[in-house]
């Protein structure tokens, strides 16, 4: 059942006269973050921050062309620099077996290039020195001699089969072929297209949606400080998922488990660019363990921006067959994906294509189907990342597209077309036509109530008066269905690492406490919402329980913080602890009590006898008694702990509604963001506030990928975004005010009924900024227009000269 | 070479190489970590500190630059341990997540304010446009900046800027 009121009204904005931040939780609630006193203070720690005693300074050398043999590396220069430790290239690490690592998806990449170098600026040699501008002058000493060839950059000529083998280090590679996935009933699929092209209506469309990167405030940094006495590896770096680093680390470098501390300090964004393991940690290992001092690793902006995790850069056909009335029946797509030079994607081994599965969003299909062919090209490697729940960005893209290019072509509204395709909330639990459950959802409310914040039909009126006068207005709307919280044991996991979360609770004789996290917080507020979860379920105020995460050696294993899964997994593990905890803090209470373990019940923190409210203790008084001198009832063991790794039996299927209004300006094809109505439904909320902060964060990132970002290359792969003057992120200027509403339907499956937040809104908002655009420029008979929809590219297409961008 | 400024009211000297950057200076040499490297190229602002009253971006300005001049850094924000009304705000309307960019951030809304008291919405957005932020969407920034204006219109203090 979906609650359409707002939990709380969350555009209600805090002043110092109003009591917004008052009230203070025990348990879910806005609650002001447990974060920010240190960081407002510029007492954050984050990696480049950190500084160790005989700290030396890594810089990498990177290739100049996107596709070349390397002939000779002289260093010898560089190693006569006087504040120069070492110089290592490929060759040197091969010696040690170390020159490729395995990536998340059982592809291989180069540490340091050996053979040859596969994308402009990939990694060739490092230089450790004294300070961090002598390392990098160092890197102008090496003389590296390459012998040129041509690169693989246009995707579409990949597979040609005169096409150059990019990965000719791999046993037998004759072509530039990655993987190919597909996924749903290709013949029922096309048994309904072939009705619909009789009897119906069909819409097809090609759709990019360009390569963009995270662009995190922080790049990516490390300090690997191996200590030559213990043998034991200290590595804080920039991760999203310390304990799965720290396994890989382990099976790529050798060393034991044990000896291997990986801490993820404060994070300064991370929107999946700092999920992958990136060369330049590897580098700082061995740099560690060849010279026995700590070594730290910062890239600059333009390191991370040419080398570091992309995202999308998916070329796609969009198809949907329909009746004349607008019902839609099938939905296909032919996908071409560009993986970069190594496939370095971070998904689910058995979801190669992530969970781009999902492409038949929020509507009732008789049939679906999906096929994809990978391929490799001379580009930077990664794919799985900004805020893209494993793909499910460009599935949400590519339905939310086709369902207004088939609006278009039925000349009906597209909000109506989506409210007559829903899924209904009966059909729940329901079971897509490519196999996913989606768990919850009732979605006609949403899309209702985003269309009454908006004033749509308003709206209609005052763009059709705008139209009269030749003035450019449109209204674009999204509805999507992410599935996030990856995932159930059985189909899921990374590199034969089941994708679950650990967690442990520990309750003081004094009645604190201290959780303990698997995921890893990059800004989301894990040490409030977490303290929240805990204070939920025993009773513990949230400031009086500390939050331990980023830290391997103080923390259970599990996989780390991307793709959403933080609350849908993690945050399950952390209720159920609480649960295990409160059952047996029950049972001292029933002896505290002299009653019967059933005879006492729970609420808030205080235990007390069914029907006598007045005998009770707190959590408070079992904690003491817990660790404290007397006896417990029989069998039970003193302390008051538990620990669990949580196995999600099923993912989370968030959902919303986004109303973006625009003006384009006929005049020099400016596009401006007027108005962004989301409402998000992500299920029980633990704190709205950072729920909130969650959606406004995404609906910028929509705003950037739609309007301005993207990571192009020339002919000859040289990267055309390498700095922030090149690679274009909205500031306040090219975002409005936002505005934000709720609904609340809970996951059935999910301890405290909980889904994922961190990626709706960069997943959902794209489609309905794009689709206000092509709306606004309806008048010049426009049915798609691809991002980024820069003010030429805006202009192009009002003069008929619409291209892809690549 | 030799270089003495005076940082949130302490005079440093350090015998620096010419070519070092403010931000390097600030943080790799007098360790306020405080101030962030984020661009090299002034778009990002998460480097943004005070030469004079003047915010500037760290990362393209030589430390050798500001010798003789007084510097001031998010370390020095608070007064006598009690937060800046602008730090405040920033807690209060949840204007950070990550909070890389909001040191920066912060000493631009604080010199925005000190020249402009009661700033309309246009005015914070057009302040804050050097610098980018990556997880807020801009929107609880602004909301933080004029918590922290309607706080100092209700509570006079003193402009702490030297």
Known sequence: ?806 | MEVTMNVNGDEVTRDIEPRTLLVHHIRDHLGLTGTHWGCDTSNCGTCVVWVDDEPVKSCTTLAAMTAGHDVRTVEGMETDGELDPVQEGFIQCHGLQCGFCTPGMMMTARALLDRNPDPTEAEIREAISGQICRCTGYSTIIRSIQWAAKKEQETPVEVSAS
């Open chain 1, 1 to 806: 059942m979906t609650v359409t009121e707002d939990p709380v009204d969350t555009n209600a904005v805090p002043t110092p006269d109003n009591n917004l931040n008052d009230h203070k939780p025990n348990g879910f609630g806005r609650m002001l973050r447990k974060e920010d006193p240190r960081l407002v203070r510029g007492r954050g720690q984050f990696c480049d921050d950190v500084t160790v005693p005989g700290m030396l300074h890594l810089a990498i050398l990177r290739a100049p062309m996107a596709h070349a043999r390397i002939v000779s590396i002289d260093k010898s220069a560089a190693e006569a620099h006087p504040k120069v430790k070492a110089v290592v290239t490929g060759e040197d690490l091969a010696a040690h077996n170390l020159a490729w690592m395995p990536t998340l998806s059982n592809d291989v990449q180069a540490v340091l290039a050996t053979d040859k170098v596969r994308f402009q600026h990939q990694e060739v040699a490092f230089v450790v020195a004294e300070d961090r501008y002598s390392a990098r002058d160092a890197l102008e000493l090496i003389d590296v001699e390459y012998e040129w060839l041509e690169p693989v950059i246009d995707v579409r000529k990949a597979l040609e089969p005169d096409a150059p083998v990019i990965r000719d280090d791999l046993d037998g590679k004759t072509d530039n072929h990655c993987f190919d996935w597909e996924a749903g009933d290709a013949e029922a699929t096309e048994a309904i297209f072939a009705d619909a092209r009789e009897n119906g209506v069909v819409v097809t469309e090609d759709i990019v949606y360009p390569r963009v990167h995270p662009a995190p405030m922080e790049t990516c940094a490390c300090v690997a400080d191996l200590d030559p006495v213990s043998g034991k590896l200290t590595l804080w770096s920039t991760t999203q998922a310390p304990h799965a680093h720290r396994t890989v680390y382990a099976l790529v470098a050798g060393l034991p488990e044990h000896k291997i501390r990986v801490i993820a300090p404060d994070i300064g964004g991370g929107f999946g660019n700092k999920v992958p393991i990136y060369p330049g940690y590897v580098c700082s290992i061995v740099a560690s363990l060849l010279i026995g001092k700590p070594v730290k690793w910062a890239e600059d902006r333009t390191e991370n921006l040419v080398s570091t995790g992309f995202a999308r850069d998916y070329i796609m056909r969009g198809e949907i067959a329909a009746t004349k009335e607008g019902k839609i029946r099938a939905v296909r797509t032919e996908v071409l994906a560009d993986h970069g030079a190594f496939n370095g994607v971070a998904a689910p081994v058995k979801y190669p294509a992530g969970f781009f599965g999902v492409f038949t969003g929020s509507y009732d299909l008789e049939a679906a189907y999906a096929h994809m062919s990978a391929v490799y090209t001379n580009k930077a490697p990664g794919g799985v990342a900004y805020a893209c729940s494993f793909r499910i960005t460009e599935a949400v893209y590519l339905i939310e597209r086709m369902v207004d290019v088939l609006a278009y072509d039925l000349e009906m509204d597209p909000a109506e077309l989506r409210l007559n395709n829903f899924i209904q909330p009966e059909q729940f639990p329901y079971e897509s036509k490519t196999g996913w459950v989606y768990d919850s959802g009732d979605y006609e409310p949403t899309m209702r109530k985003a269309m009454g914040m908006a004033g749509y039909d308003e709206l209609r009126k005052e763009q059709a008066e705008k139209r009269e006068r030749g003035e450019l207005m449109g209204i674009g709307i999204s509805f999507f269905t992410e599935a996030v919280g990856a995932g159930p044991r059985k189909d899921m996991d990374i590199l034969g690492l089941g994708m679950a979360d650990g967690c442990e609770l520990r309750v003081h004789p004094t009645g604190k406490a201290v959780v303990r996290l698997s995921v890893k917080t990059q800004g989301q507020g894990h040490e409030t919402t977490f303290a929240q979860i805990i204070a939920e379920e025993i009773g513990i105020p949230p400031e009086d329980i500390d939050v331990v995460h980023g830290d391997t050696d103080n923390t259970p294993f599990g996989l780390g913080t991307y793709g959403s899964r933080s609350t849908p997994v993690s945050g399950a593990a952390a209720a159920l602890v609480a649960r295990k905890v409160r059952d047996k803090a029950q049972i001292i209470a029933s002896g505290m009590l002299e009653a019967s373990v059933a005879d006492v019940e729970y609420e808030a923190g205080t235990f007390r006898i069914k029907g006598d409210p007045e005998k009770s203790v707190t959590i408070q008084d079992i904690a003491m008694k817990a660790h404290g001198a007397g006896d417990l009832p029989e069998g039970l063991e003193g302390g008051l702990e538990a620990q669990i790794c949580y196995n999600p039996e099923n993912l989370t299927y968030p959902f919303g509604a986004y109303i973006c209004v625009v003006d384009v300006d006929p005049g020099t094809a400016e596009v401006k963001v007027r108005r962004f109505v989301a409402v998000d439904d992500c299920g029980t909320q633990i704190n709205p506030m950072i729920i909130e902060g969650q959606v406004h964060g995404g609906l910028a990132d929509g705003v950037g990928m739609a309007l301005m970002e993207m990571i192009s290359f020339d002919e000859d792969g040289n990267c055309l975004a390498g700095s922030l003057m090149d690679y274009l992120i909205p500031t306040a200027m090219e975002v409005p005010d936002w505005e934000t509403g709720h609904t609340v339907t809970p996951s059935p499956h999910h301890p405290i009924g909980a889904k994922g937040i961190g990626e709706s809104a960069t997943v959902g908002s794209p489609p309905a900024i794009v689709n206000a655009v092509v709306d606004a420029l309806k008048p010049y008979g426009i049915r798609h227009a691809d991002m980024p929809l820069t003010p030429s590219r805006v202009w192009e297409a009002m003069r008929g000269n619409h291209t892809p961008p690549i």
